[in-house]
């Protein structure tokens, strides 16, 4: 089982939106619904910012926003804002276990 | 408050064992799973395994199979993540995660551990 496939960094100004994407198989996000995006401030444990594809925890903000369409799921964060530099990984079940996306670096310029 | 409590960093030599720990509180502790993931120095996450304390069902990632052993005291709350043999290349943040499910949804993480494997 690899893991999902990350662009390596985004960036965007304050006030943009920037999507992060995450490739993986028809045996994972393919087959699943099952997406979940952590976020991870240096030296922090990660945080859960969408699960199930699309669905927001209590206190995270509703400029942040997943989907998925076929392989490849999507993290939008609409309104940025200094405090989303961080690194986010993608995850999703694969049947047998579970698989991380290798991260992605957002810069907020 | 909910809460998974790790225990501290550890520095050992390559071949030595480790047993690090991670106790929750603040909920029923059998109701929920409890996950460990890697994450090796500027690396990514890696998902190793996960136990269910209620029953101490135990599930590892293929890739984490047979390098490591997973258990759980539900009497004292507290999971465990252990090495018999370890290696320089063990060296990582070790993080304990509470989760509803067993599909990769953790809501609550443990502050992590840091284990430092060299000679």
């Known amino acids: 089982q690899s893991a999902l496939t990350q662009p390596r960094s985004v960036s965007g100004s304050p006030g943009q939106s920037v999507t992060i994407s995450c490739t993986g198989t028809?045996?994972?996000?393919?087959?699943?619904?099952?997406v979940s995006w952590y976020q991870q401030h240096p030296g922090k444990a990660p945080k859960v910012m969408i699960y199930d594809v699309s669905k927001r925890p209590s206190g995270v903000p509703d400029r942040f926003s997943g989907s998925k369409s076929g392989n490849t799921a999507s993290l939008t964060i609409s309104g940025l804002q200094a405090e989303d530099e961080a690194d986010y990984f993608c995850?999703?079940?694969?049947?047998?276990?579970?698989?991380f996306g290798g991260g992605t670096k957002l810069t907020v310029l | 408050e909910v809460q998974l409590m790790q225990s501290g960093p550890e520095v050992k030599k390559p071949g030595e064992s480790l047993k690090i720990s991670c106790k929750g509180s603040?909920?029923?502790?059998?109701?929920?799973?409890i996950a460990w993931v890697r994450q090796m120095p500027g690396k990514g996450l890696e998902w190793m395994g996960i136990v269910y304390p209620s029953d101490s069902d135990i599930r590892y990632s293929p890739s984490f199979q047979g390098q490591v052993t997973i258990s759980v005291d539900k009497s004292i709350s507290t999971a465990y993540l252990q090495w018999s043999t370890l290696k320089a290349s063990d060296t990582a943040v070790y993080y304990c995660?509470?989760?509803?499910?067993?599909?990769?949804?953790?809501?609550?993480w443990g502050q992590g551990t840091l284990v430092t494997v060299s000679s």
């Open positions: 995660a509470r989760a509803s499910t067993t599909y990769g949804v953790v809501t609550v």
């Open positions: 028809s045996s994972d996000v393919g087959g699943y619904n099952y």
């Open positions: 995850c999703s079940y694969a049947g047998t276990s579970v698989l």
């Open positions: 603040g909920y029923s502790f059998t109701s929920y799973w």
